[in-house]
């Protein structure tokens, strides 16, 4: 096995990331090619993909976004309406109803992917009681 990032400390970039990942990577074929990359093993492959490991993590923690963990953001009457939802218990297929529409439409509102009929939208008010003014600027 030959070691490499002996020095590094901290990974600067993302090309020093792709190197280290790859290292990584080729370290576990090479280990489990060995039969020396067990559950609990301790030996200088777990160490050494540990030890890299854990520099690629805190670059990914420090340097890198990820799209998919970035917290959805909703439009403040679909979070009025979720928070409603949650007030009274009811769940997307029981708004649904009450909204007169299908739980597909519904759903494409809460995710921000459709607005809602002006029939649908006249619903929350009367049926939720949510300010109008968002419902006109929102639905």
Do not use: W
């Amino acid at each position: 096995m030959k070691q490499i990032f002996q020095e590094v400390k901290e990974l600067k970039t993302q090309s020093e990331y792709d190197k280290a990942m790859a290292y990584v990577n080729a370290l576990i074929d090479e280990a489990t090619e060995k039969g020396v990359l067990e559950p609990d093993a301790d030996n200088k492959y777990t160490r050494e993909i540990g030890r890299v490991g854990s520099l690629c993590a805190d670059f990914e923690s420090n340097k890198m976004t990820f799209k998919h963990l970035t917290p959805r953001t909703y439009s403040p009457l679909v979070q009025v309406v979720r928070e409603e939802m949650f007030k009274r218990d009811i769940r997307q297929n029981e708004l649904a109803h009450i909204l007169g529409i299908n739980t597909t439409s519904l759903s494409l509102f809460i995710s921000g992917k459709r607005h809602l009929s002006l029939s649908s939208a006249k619903k929350l008010y009367t049926e939720l009681h949510i300010d109008p003014r968002l419902i006109l600027e929102y639905a």
